[in-house]
C-alpha cells in the first residue's frame, strides 16, 4: 500500500520545514509521496520544498488563494498513492507513524481513520498550554481523539486519513467550517468504517497566541451548530457543554454581587483544572497558561455556539447555504 500525503499551507515556510524534517525520519520504509498545496501565500515555501526534494518525493503546487478545502481537494486530484493522508502545515510526525499506520491497516484497519495530537517537549510553554486545553478530557471530553471519549470519534485534518475507495465515493471537502467533520459525517454514512488511533498521533503546534485561539476556537462552536443543522440528528448534549459551562460562569459572576462565596464553586473547578494540568505538563508556568486557555477555549466555543444558534436557529439568516448543503449531502 502507497500514501500520499496532502498538506495545504498558506505563509509558513518554517513549520513546513519542520513537517518535512520529521517525515524525513520515519522508520520502515514506508512508500508515501508528500503533496504540498501553496494555497497564494505571500511567504511561500517553494524553496523549501526543493530543499527536502532530494531526501523526499515532493509535488508542490502552487495556486490563488482559495482556502484550505479546495486546496486538500486539489492535492487528492494530483495523488497517486492508495489511502489519502492529512496533516497541518504546523505538525511534527513521530517517526513510527507509518509505520503503525502500516501495521493497523494491514490487520484490518479501517478505511477512514484519524488520530490524536500531542505537544512535543520543543514546544513552548503557550503552546503546551493550548494543546491541554484542546486535548484533556476535562476540556473536551476525549472527542478530539483520546482513549476515553464522550462521542463518537470523527478525526479532524491535522490527522486524518481515508482510502482512494472512500474519496471515490464519497468526494471531497465542502467549503465549511468544520469541513472534516462534515467529511467525516458524511463517510460514515455511507457505510464506511471510522476507527481512531491511538498510537497514531502527531504534535500539532496550534496558534501561537491566545487571541488568535480564541477566534479559532470560537469557530469550532458555529461550526458545530452549522453542521447540525446540514446533518440532522448529529447534534449531541456534549456539544453544548461549552455555551451551558458559560451561561453558568455569567450566572454565577451575577450572583456574586449578592451572595459572594458561590464563586467557590469556579475555584474550585479551576484548583482541578490547574492540578490535572500539572500533572500533565509538570510545569507550573504551563499549568497556569493552561487554566487561561482552558477558560477560552470554553467561552469562545460557547460564544460561537449561542451566537450560531440565535442566528441561524431562532432569527434564520444565512440558511439558504445550509439548505442547499443539506440538499447535496442527504
Not at 511567504?43 to 503546487?61: N, W
Amino acid at each position: 500500500m502507497t500514501f500520499s500525503i496532502i498538506v495545504p499551507v498558506y505563509n509558513r515556510p518554517a513549520e513546513i520545514a519542520e513537517l518535512l524534517e520529521s517525515l524525513c525520519r520515519q522508520e520502515g520504509n514506508i512508500p508515501f509521496e508528500v503533496i504540498i498545496i501553496e494555497d497564494g501565500s505571500t511567504l511561500p515555501c517553494r524553496q523549501t520544498a526543493e530543499k527536502f526534494a532530494p531526501a523526499l518525493p515532493i509535488i508542490y503546487h502552487a495556486k490563488a488563494n482559495t482556502g484550505r478545502s479546495h486546496s486538500r481537494n486539489t492535492g487528492m486530484r494530483l495523488a497517486k498513492g492508495d489511502y489519502f493522508i492529512f496533516f497541518d502545515s504546523d505538525c511534527i510526525i513521530p517517526p513510527r507513524y507509518f509505520a503503525r499506520l502500516e501495521a493497523c491497516l494491514a490487520a484490518g484497519g479501517a478505511p477512514c481513520f484519524g488520530g490524536p495530537d500531542a505537544a512535543h517537549p520543543s514546544f513552548s510553554d503557550l503552546q503546551k498550554a493550548i494543546s491541554y486545553a484542546m486535548t484533556a478530557p476535562l476540556t473536551t471530553g476525549g472527542i478530539r481523539g483520546g482513549k476515553h471519549t464522550v462521542e463518537t470519534f470523527q478525526p479532524r485534518t491535522f490527522n486524518m486519513g481515508f482510502s482512494r475507495k472512500v474519496y471515490e465515493k464519497v468526494g471531497g471537502f465542502n467549503n465549511m467550517l468544520g469541513e472534516d467533520i462534515d467529511l467525516s459525517i458524511r463517510i460514515a454514512r455511507a457505510g464506511f468504517r471510522i476507527a481512531c488511533y491511538p498510537e497514531l498521533f502527531v504534535y500539532h503546534k496550534r496558534r501561537i497566541s491566545l487571541f488568535q485561539f480564541y477566534k479559532q476556537v470560537r469557530n469550532f462552536g458555529t461550526a458545530r451548530v452549522n453542521l447540525a443543522l446540514i446533518h440532522k440528528n448529529t447534534l449531541k448534549p456534549v456539544h453544548a457543554l461549552p455555551a451551558i459551562a458559560l451561561l453558568a460562569g455569567t450566572a454565577i459572576a451575577v450572583t456574586a454581587f449578592f451572595a459572594p462565596l458561590i464563586l467557590l464553586l469556579p475555584a474550585a473547578a479551576l484548583a482541578v483544572l490547574f492540578t490535572d494540568a500539572l500533572r500533565k505538563t509538570k510545569r507550573i508556568k504551563t499549568a497556569i497558561l493552561s487554566l487561561f486557555a482552558a477558560v477560552i477555549q470554553i467561552t469562545a466555543y460557547g460564544w460561537g455556539f449561542l451566537r450560531a444558534c440565535v442566528l441561524k436557529i431562532i432569527l434564520r439568516r444565512g440558511m439558504e447555504s445550509n439548505e442547499k448543503l443539506s440538499r447535496i449531502y442527504k
